[in-house]
């Protein structure tokens, strides 16, 4: 297991000892710095050039701008089609980087077919369309698209019947033994589908909960939110983001609130032994596996919550909840697929409170905000045994306090359960909901591709 968290009173000092640091005078020379991991690739549209932007010595990657000439580049990546040389600079908070210069150069051999799908992660009701190109010259119309192990397409578009991981590679149609690009992984999520009863005998859907901790004086927290917020519109109801924030400044915290802070001490206490850091993100409550860096990349996260949401959910979730006066009141009911013994836990999250962050300013929009938690644990409360296909209700409220916009409120329940002798509690689903309603449980709607 990495070691990858620091104590949360070294975080505090750590972020003191930065604010009371030095005035003007003392500022260092602001630095943008712009790299490439190789400076001369072959133009056969393949090799690839990685970029890294650094402001003052600090990542900043993904929240720079990269131009080659004067076309932004999207992303930090770059491929050539044809010969010459190419000068890129980067551009962040209105720095401007130093100029680096990448060299193309005639490809050794013949030219690779390259395979792209204009999406690589779509709903089963969506479709793929695939382009071919060899050299950087499109040849779809001349190439077949092969499910790897299954049939070929009719066509360069895709219509799945089922939902899962699919490879594709391409070759061309006259030359059915030749040459074939390299392979194209798509992953196709299911239809979700509601309803009001509990039945263990169709495929649940799962959504893995994604609990991160920020901070407002955080400044690489800012590009961890990025990641998240392009999985969450990637993978759709395939996660739930949730945020545990710190919020010290010197003037009145608008994230933190009163009732979140008994909840970091618990989350310290409880699920991470004490150690606890920014920014890091814990899946489905797994500290052995589940962990992820802040620092790590966009698509490293995503890989973890496809894999993460691979697993089959032992159980399934609804809310029915209403708001009474000052407070909201639910009622969650889970229903067991697997027999056994299940934890409840619940959160009460608000979305856009506007307010400073850390290399953005003073009117950042911070979404997935837990305001507080429904039970005594983030763990969960325990719940009496349920029987294969049975159900177990429980009643939980929260207090909606006068700083809380109610319209931005909403509820995330989550469900956990313990896989093997010795093993610790980790969540087997989770659910978003409405603070005034009711959400069913969940199910995918057809069958999966293997």
Known sequence: MKNIFKLFAAAIVLAGTLTACGGDDDAPDVKLELSADKYTIEADGVQEVVFTVKFNGEVVTDLSEIKVGTTTLEGNTWVATETGTFKFTARYEGNVSNEVSIRATEPDGPLPLVLTADDDFIRQDGEVTFTVKQGGVVVTGRCTVEIVGGDALSSNVFEPEQWGEYEFRAYFTENPGGQKSPKV????????????????????????????????????????????????????????????????????????????????????????????????????????????????????????????GAKPAKAALKVESAISGSSVDLMVTVGAKDAGTYQLGAFLIEDNIVGYQEAYGSSYSHMNVIRDMATSDVLGDALPAIAAGGTQSKNLSFDILPEYKTQNLRLVVYVLSKVGVGASWTVTNSLEASVNGTTGFTYDTTAKYN
């Open 185 to 308: 992984k798509v992953n196709v999520r299911p239809v979700v589908a509601q309803s009001a009863t509990f039945d263990a005998g169709r495929p649940l859907h799962r959504s893995v909960l994604f609990v991160t901790s920020t901070a407002t004086w955080c400044a690489p927290c800012l590009t961890l939110k990025n990641y998240i917020k392009a999985i969450d519109q990637y993978l759709g109801d395939c996660i739930i983001p949730v945020s545990l924030y710190c919020d010290n400044r010197p003037y009145k915290p608008i994230v933190q609130g009163p009732d979140i802070i008994a909840t970091i001490e618990n989350f310290k206490t409880n699920r991470l032994n004490n150690d606890f850091d920014y920014p890091y993100t814990v899946l489905d409550m797994d500290v052995v596996g589940g962990v992820i860096i802040g620092y790590e990349t966009e698509k490293l996260l995503s890989d973890e919550a496809v894999e993460f």
